[in-house]
């Protein structure tokens, strides 16, 4: 039965590894590479939990090369090179595999800035047969290659490697050193000239996203705004769009955003994914305007049919429902209603709305067993108001656990402690599954109330 049990392991390791580093290489052919960097990490963890199982020798020279390349491209380059000078030193493998564990080293020594033997590893796998079979990992080392020269002001090595990728990468790998180099002067040109001939490329979604990080807005609404007005297909018009208003929102200027969010809903109105996702960013910004239950309510109506599908706009909807669940539940103790404020500050990120549910609930319910808490809970919102909510709390309920805290005594095991723990627990399961129950009801028929829980 070990036996049977440790194959299953090794088995379910590896798969796991080999599934992980496929979703790895899929996304860096799009250019996601943020995404294909979680998807190396994840090969590299399956395939050390395989490395660290007894007897897994038949196993051991994949799981290296696994580790090593996942370790390599997911930012963790010392991990890499024990794992691939192993698996190198030890393991004689396919001349691909050695191609790639050759190449993964490569990418750590120029990350290490050891640009030197970067050079010399890629220029010796350009060369080699396994690269020159395969088409993609020939791609790569020459990408490399360039940006190596490229970084190192070898215009003329540059210019050559530059014509061998054609002319559908060539202007890309331009793009991504200007890009590295936070060269934005030259980025923009060169974005302008591919979007006048509507050439959307993998490479486009980083050099946009690294803009906007930078601060560079204006830099990729005119890019889009250029895109617009090509041949590029209206659906990667409308997702670039999107672009630009989250440039807008990262640097703050929401009005901008909400400007650019709604002409893409209006002139492609068509395009259901990409008005969503607008409809979407719209809703959640008219809901971090919004300071009480009834517009918000109001709004989670008109919004829902639009923009649900979105991931965001989805866990909104759940926790404003969850909000209002608790909110207008009918529950003397105050556990609901003290629930529903920890539910708009850590889940609506509301403030506001937690210290009016806390108030509240000290205001309606004042002999109810959450009352303290709730005081106590306020005045850690609202600073300005502290004094005057402490005071309160040790005129009324000066024998509980929040005021010997208040007090600077411990309250470890307190009796009311516990008890009020055990209130929320139970609230909080009661809660759950009528949020369940009404987000189904939602999601089956359309808009529909949010019925308090019993």
Do not use: K
Request: glycine fraction near 6%; aromatic fraction near 6%.
């Amino acid at each position: 039965m070990i036996v049977i049990g440790s194959s299953c392991a090794y088995y379910n390791g590896m798969y796991n590894a080999r599934q992980a580093m496929r979703r790895a290489e899929s996304l860096h052919l799009v250019g996601r590479e943020d995404s294909a960097m979680v998807q190396y990490a994840r090969a590299a963890e399956a395939a050390e939990s395989v490395l660290r199982m007894r007897n897994a020798v038949d196993w051991r020279g994949e799981a290296l090369l696994l580790a090593g390349r996942g370790h390599a491209f997911g930012g963790d380059c010392t991990m890499a090179g024990e794992r691939l000078t192993e698996f190198l030193d030890a393991h004689a493998g396919a001349s691909i595999d050695r191609a790639r564990a050759g190449f993964a080293l490569a990418v750590c020594d120029a990350q290490m800035q050891d640009v030197a033997r970067a050079a010399l590893r890629l220029a010796a796998l350009d060369t080699s047969v396994a690269v020159l079979e395969n088409a993609a990992l020939l791609r790569d080392v020459r990408r490399q290659r360039v940006r190596l020269a490229l970084s190192t002001g070898n215009a003329e090595l540059a210019e050559v490697l530059l014509a061998s990728l054609g002319e559908r990468d060539a202007p890309w790998e331009r793009i991504s050193a200007a890009v590295a180099r936070a060269d934005w002067p030259r980025t923009e040109p060169l974005l302008m000239a591919r979007a006048a001939q509507g050439d959307v490329h993998p490479s486009l979604d980083h050099a946009l996203d690294a803009a906007a990080r930078a601060g560079e807005a204006a830099l990729v609404d005119r890019v889009v705004h250029a895109y617009d007005a090509s041949s590029a297909p209206r659906s990667e018009r409308a997702r670039l769009a999107l672009f630009a208003g989250d440039a807008y929102m990262q640097r703050g200027d929401s009005g901008i955003a909400r400007a650019m969010y709604t002409r893409l809903v209006e002139r492609l109105s068509s395009d259901t994914v990409h008005v969503r996702d607008a409809q979407a960013r719209i809703a959640q910004m008219d809901f971090a305007a919004i300071d009480s239950a009834a517009p918000m309510r109001a709004l989670l109506e008109t919004s829902r049919p639009i923009a649900r599908g979105n991931a965001g706009f989805d866990r909104l909807e759940g926790a404003v429902a969850l909000y209002l669940l608790l909110l207008e539940a009918n529950d003397p103790s105050g556990a609901a209603m003290f629930l529903a404020g920890e539910v708009a500050r850590d889940s609506l990120r509301r403030d506001r709305l937690a210290y009016d549910a806390w108030r509240t609930l000290a205001q309606r319910w004042p002999d109810a067993p959450l009352a303290a808490r709730a005081l106590y809970s306020a005045s850690l919102i609202v600073p300005d108001s502290a004094p005057s909510l402490h005071a309160e709390l040790l005129a009324r309920y000066g024998t509980s656990s929040m005021a010997s805290l208040l007090r600077g005594q411990g309250v470890n095991d307190a009796a009311d402690l516990r008890a009020t723990d055990a209130l929320l627990e139970g609230r909080l399961v009661i809660a759950t599954r009528a949020l369940a129950d009404t987000l189904r009801v939602w999601r089956a028929a359309g808009p529909t109330g949010v019925t308090a829980p019993p």
